[in-house]
Structure formats: structure tokens, C-alpha cells
């Protein structure tokens, strides 16, 4: 089973930026489709950001996009999520995901493979 780890989180300021970090085991899956997700308290994992198997293909949702830029270099087996003008709402624990055999993947149930998650908490 491919490992995904991820790392970064921490607590930040409104306003303030963050970058999280994902490491795949298996450079095989680290050129596929790859995507982060959040899931906040009460709340349902929800679809952040993801990034081609090549680094093209990318797409946001809306409450992020502008703000959340997601990345990758394949020969380190990694992918990133740089965030900045964080806001409270961006509160979660923020998973990276990997889609094998996808062009695109905006959807939970895409994603095949799941890290344990790192806590982003944007509070004053």
C-alpha cells in the first residue's frame, strides 16, 4: 500500500499564509492525479484543490481559488498546497489524496489513497 504523508499544518492569523506538504512513498503514484481535500468540525471532506499527473490540470474550488496555489515536482515525489490570505473558515484538517488512472479528479470518491491529515487552524 502507497504511503501519503502530510505536513505543514500549524495554527496562522487571518491574513496570514501556509504551506503544506505531501510525500508519496511510490514515485509510480506521485505521477498521478493528486488532490487536497479539508473536512472541518461537523462537516463533510470537501474538495480543495488538485494537479495533473504532469503539473497541468489544475483546478480549485471556488472559496479557495485566487488564494490556494497547489504544486509538484515529481522527482521528489511531492506535492504542495500553498495557501495564503487565510481566513477562519479555512479552519480544518487538510487531506492529500491521490486519483490513479484519472485525467482530473474533483470528487471524494476519486481518490484511492489518503494521508492522515495535518491541522490548519487561521484564529486571532
Known amino acids: 500500500q502507497v504511503q501519503v504523508v502530510e505536513s505543514g499544518g500549524g495554527v496562522v492569523q487571518p491574513g496570514g499564509s501556509l504551506t503544506l506538504s505531501c510525500t508519496v512513498s511510490?514515485?509510480?503514484?506521485?505521477?498521478?492525479?493528486m488532490g487536497w481535500f479539508r473536512q472541518a468540525p461537523g462537516k463533510d471532506r470537501e474538495f480543495v484543490a488538485t494537479?495533473?499527473?504532469?503539473?497541468?490540470?489544475?483546478f480549485y474550488d471556488d472559496s479557495v481559488k485566487g488564494r490556494f496555489t497547489i504544486s509538484r515536482d515529481n522527482a521528489k515525489n511531492m506535492v504542495w498546497l500553498q495557501m495564503t490570505t487565510l481566513k477562519p473558515e479555512d479552519t480544518a484538517v487538510y487531506y492529500c489524496?491521490?486519483?490513479?488512472?484519472?485525467?482530473?479528479?474533483?470528487?471524494?470518491?476519486?481518490?484511492?489513497?489518503w494521508g492522515q491529515g495535518t491541522q490548519v487552524t487561521v484564529s486571532t
Open positions: 489524496g491521490i486519483a490513479p488512472g484519472k485525467l482530473v479528479a474533483i470528487l471524494e470518491y476519486e481518490y484511492d489513497f
Open positions: 494537479i495533473g499527473a504532469n503539473g497541468g490540470n489544475t
Open positions: 511510490d514515485p509510480t503514484f506521485s505521477s498521478t492525479v
